[in-house]
């Protein structure tokens, strides 16, 4: 029980720290200025749920994915642990990295894109990439792919799930919260994530490394 409950608040934590749902707020805000706080709403539920499903099925079929592909575990850990320390890096530095946030010099456009009907901007950036991107869907496969139980890949599941939740009221309330704390307490906050997630890839190289000699040393 006790190792369950630590895993669980590991991966709360990491999801957290990848997802950022208070630095994302400001952006889904920008992108919805436009919009009637009821388009607003709708747009969140969206955004989140879509995020979920994508999240939901590289969980519940990363062990296949890893066969099909011939990936083993610790090459992935290397990988998700090198990609997400530089997402945690950016981060740190206050800069927005490329596998995580859409870039700014693109709001306009999306805007643009989604009055017309072109483009839903629930799906695109605010699912993806910023959401449910590289760095959120390869730390949610490392959590799952440390173990083939599937209590673990309900953990995982009920934990996003969870923030998903924690996300769409943050969008929902986003203005409250950006004038109740200010852009220097967010980037602040931002910052410590970055430093969460730098540590979190840092186990991850430790742990692919040490896998990786444990597997062809034999």
Request: hydrophobic content about 50%; glycine content about 10%.
């Amino acid at each position: 029980m006790h190792e369950l409950i630590l895993f669980s608040g590991t991966v709360f934590m990491g999801m957290f720290a990848i997802m950022n749902p208070i630095a994302n707020t400001p952006i889904f805000l920008s992108l919805t200025q436009s919009n009637t706080p009821v388009e607003r709403r709708k747009l969140a539920f969206q955004s989140v749920f879509y995020a979920f499903i994508i999240v939901g099925v590289f969980c519940v079929s990363g062990h296949f994915i890893f066969t099909l592909f011939g990936i083993t575990l610790p090459a992935f850990q290397i990988t998700g642990g090198i990609l997400l320390f530089f997402v945690g890096y950016s981060m740190i530095q206050g800069k927005k990295s490329a596998v995580h946030h859409f870039p700014d010099s693109a709001d306009k456009e999306i805007k643009q894109k989604h009055e017309d009907g072109e483009m839903n901007i629930a799906i695109s950036p605010m699912a993806i990439p910023i959401l449910a991107g590289p760095g959120t869907i390869s730390t949610a496969m490392n959590f799952v792919g440390a173990s083939s139980g599937v209590t673990h890949i309900l953990i995982v599941l009920i934990s996003f799930a969870a923030l998903c939740i924690l996300t769409f009221v943050m969008f929902v309330y986003g203005e409250k919260l950006v004038k109740f704390l200010g852009r220097g307490v967010i980037g602040v906050i931002t910052r410590i994530m970055g430093l969460i997630l730098s540590v979190i890839a840092t186990q991850m190289l430790i742990t692919g490394i040490q896998g990786a000699i444990q597997t062809y040393s034999h």
